[in-house]
């Protein structure tokens, strides 16, 4: 079945980048989202790119995504500490009006002062 | 941008009762909103996909006569835990997307917490 994979966890410096990797199995997938959630909160969205994208920059972030591999990343720049959190890909695609995202298991990101 | 309102945020309820989380989305119609649920420190779990004016789809495992789905106009789903018992204790999120936009990614309400004693 679909499948999203991400690494658990992530420490980093402040001020350093953070890189957040995410592999997926679906080829289909044609939306593909970044997510972060916040203690005991709902999840906000960061940022998403359309399959048809390679690169897409907003601020601090930049999303890559490498469709022969089945790879999404999310580069944080200058990385602060109100960005220690959880860091969910999704990816989505819609067939009909019908949605179903696929959600990866979250990378803990933690930045040390 | 795109809102989507849960309420309660938090709720503790006795073993047996039942429990009724609403979700909103305040500026936009959503035909379609999702209820997921997440366990400590997991990632989110898809239990039913809630359609205006129909019956909501349940994924696999996830009992329907407990969780019962209401969708009863574009803007507003419903999610009643019924006879809930211990093991129902999570936090239970809903998400929506704005159906008139193509492109629209789904947004989030900021989740319940239910206890359950």
């Known amino acids: 079945g679909e499948d999203v994979e991400q690494s658990l966890f992530l420490s980093v410096r402040e001020g350093d980048s953070s890189v957040i990797n995410c592999t997926y199995t679906d080829s289909s997938s044609t939306y593909l989202y970044w997510y972060k959630q916040e203690p005991g909160a709902g999840l906000q969205l960061l940022t998403y790119i359309f399959s048809n994208m390679d690169m897409k920059q907003d601020q601090r972030l930049t999303v890559l995504l490498n469709k022969k591999d089945k790879h999404l990343s999310l580069r944080i720049a200058d990385t602060q500490t109100g960005d220690s959190a959880i860091y969910f890909c999704a990816v989505g695609n819609p067939r009909g009006g019908t949605y179903k995202y696929i959600f990866g298991t979250g990378t803990r990101l933690k930045v040390l002062a | 941008g795109a809102v989507v309102s849960q309420h309660p945020s938090r709720v503790i309820c006795k073993s047996g009762t039942s429990v009724k989380i609403e979700c909103r989305s305040l500026?936009?119609?959503?035909?379609?909103m999702f209820w997921y649920r997440q366990f400590p420190k997991q990632s989110l779990m898809l239990m039913a996909t809630s359609n205006e004016g129909s019956k909501a789809t349940y994924e696999q495992g996830v009992e329907k006569d407990k969780f019962l789905i209401n969708h009863a106009s574009l803007t507003l789903s419903t999610l009643t835990v019924t006879s809930a018992h211990p093991e129902d204790s999570s936090f239970y999120i809903c998400s929506a997307r704005d159906f008139a936009s193509y492109n629209s990614p789904l947004h989030f309400g900021n989740g319940t917490r239910l206890t359950v004693t």
């Open positions: 500026d936009f119609q959503a035909t379609t």
